[in-house]
């Protein structure tokens, strides 16, 4: 690993920025899958924070082994998802989007006043999610090696998915889920399927990300989360597997891209004023302004592989322009 | 093999279909004309399991179906076509073919994900089906283009392969003719009755009587949601109620 950072630092990623690339590009993922079977859903975010405090209750509390701690957020945000993609799924497209963002503020209100609640139903003070100032002085565990694993696994329950009955299936259901009945596909189980996979997807991620930072917040799995991460998927493009790992990795990077570029520096000077208070600002700016362009130029994300197949014809035919290709 | 029994469908206060009363007899090809409006593809939707009847029976095969989902219809031994193709564009024409014989496979995700040989199996035995149907519907040189991309006569066969790929017992058509020359409905006709052969029961919807004519044992004339006649195709032609509907009464 070591050496491996010696060569991409001088380039800004060191390992806690590639660290959360790994995790940028697995929620990517978890989203990819939902809208791989047609789901236009927000929840991710909620089912990461049910990943990251169920494994951290579980590690400090607990004294759990880690990687049954990282299990148990897993199976913990595959429950949770379970039982409300009963309500939530009959839902569809926009509807969709609005009730799971609805969840992830409804869980987010929920960690923060946890510890009230249990007051008030056990009648006894305790400390358990730590409310709006979270959960503090967690071990360290996660390591790069860890993030690897798991981002392998997932690319691979996904390339796999992709070639198997149940992937087809999904495949015909995001393309018409009316006809997809009528070939005999169980749409409400295979959607709820999916839906379950991508939250069980993202809440490894949660788990993992939880045991990196020391600290876990519930405004870290807000809303402004969740349209992160659909951000990576859309940036990246939803049409291959590669879309929102490329997407996840280039938000993810960002930060030290216009930190390189001195992007804040510059418009300041053009604005005559200094603007490195808005750090943040700028950088959500920058992410606004690539996203609008994305979606305007490249509506199949920046690593669709039919834009890049014509840009390459181009180029080629740039350097033979004897034979004309109609590409 | 189907049996409508006094099926009625309301929209609001629109009633499409009025306790309409139809007979599939098995290994035959029935035939269901109707002006437009007339409430046919409501009909088809309803036996196909996409809507449902406000009230009557609908009995396939030994299954009431009026209540059941789609899927489930399909697997009972059900497909269909659609008036306007429905093919899942952005798949190829063998991902059509694969992807539509879901009913008959078994492979869950653990099985794909550890390359058991179940799922090998299971999936070379949908790739020979599918080739099969390729073959039958002269679709062999087109097969890794996507679906959407194809010419509407090849769309049109291709959307009846995919019905046969489900392994049907019955196939409902919807105005399979729609858009064709008289040769491309003749030789889509010998495909009819070479599935007659073949042992299927058959559904067809058409405006098309030459269509009607070639392949049809029996006729059902729908106008307002109402059955007007039921008889051979000879005997329909010359009903005057039915010449009335299609046509118009002369003051």
Known sequence: ?327 | MLELREVTKNYGGLRSLDSVNLHAEAEMITGLIGPNGAGKTTMINCISGLDHPTSGEIIFDGHSIERTPAHRITGYGLARTYQNIRLFNQMSVLENLIVAQHSDGRATLVEALFFLPSHLREYRQQRERAFELLERFHLMNVKDAPAGSLPYGDQRRLEMARALATNPKMILLDEPTAGMNPIETHELGEHILQMKEDGLTILVIEHDMSLISQVCDEVYVLNFGVIIANDTVENIKQNEEVIVAYLGRED
């Open chain 1, 1 to 327: 690993m070591e050496f491996i950072f010696d060569l991409l630092t001088p380039y800004g990623i060191t390992e806690n920025t590639f660290q959360n690339m790994l995790i940028a590009a697995i929620l990517g993922i978890s989203i990819y899958i939902t809208l791989y079977a047609g789901l236009f859903s927000l929840a991710n975010a909620g089912f990461m924070a049910t990943g990251a405090y169920v494994s951290v209750i579980l590690t400090t509390r607990y004294e759990w082994d880690f990687l049954l701690a990282v299990g148990a957020g897993i199976i913990a945000a595959g429950l949770i998802s379970a039982i409300i993609s009963v309500p939530v799924l009959r839902l569809s497209d926009i509807y969709l989007a609005i009730a799971t963002i609805g969840f992830g503020e409804i869980l987010v209100v929920l960690l923060r006043n946890f510890d009230r609640i249990y007051e008030l139903i056990v009648n006894k003070e305790e400390t358990i999610t730590g409310g709006a100032t979270g959960i503090k002085g967690i071990p360290v565990i996660t390591t790069t090696e860890y993030l690897l694993l798991y981002l392998g696994i997932v690319v691979f329950l996904m390339v796999r998915l992709h070639r198997s009955r149940f992937g087809r299936a999904l495949v015909a259901i995001r393309q018409d889920n009316k006809v997809a009945a009528n070939m005999g596909i169980n749409v409400v189980y295979y959607q709820n399927m999916a839906f379950i996979l991508g939250a069980m997807i993202a809440g490894g991620a949660g788990a993992l990300h939880g045991h990196l930072n020391r600290i876990i917040l519930p405004e870290n799995y807000g809303f402004d989360r969740a349209v992160d991460i659909l951000t990576f998927a859309v940036l990246g493009g939803t049409t291959t597997i590669i879309g929102p790992i490329v997407g996840g990795f280039i938000i993810a990077y960002l930060p030290e891209i216009l930190r390189r570029t001195d992007l804040v520096g510059l418009l300041g000077d053009i604005f005559g004023t200094d603007l490195g208070r808005y750090q943040a600002n700028v950088r959500d700016m920058t992410v606004g302004m690539i996203l609008l362009g994305v979606i305007v130029f490249l509506p199949q994300g920046i690593a669709s592989p039919a834009m890049w197949r014509r840009v390459a014809n181009r180029i080629w035919n740039l350097f033979n322009p004897a034979e004309k290709s109609d590409a």
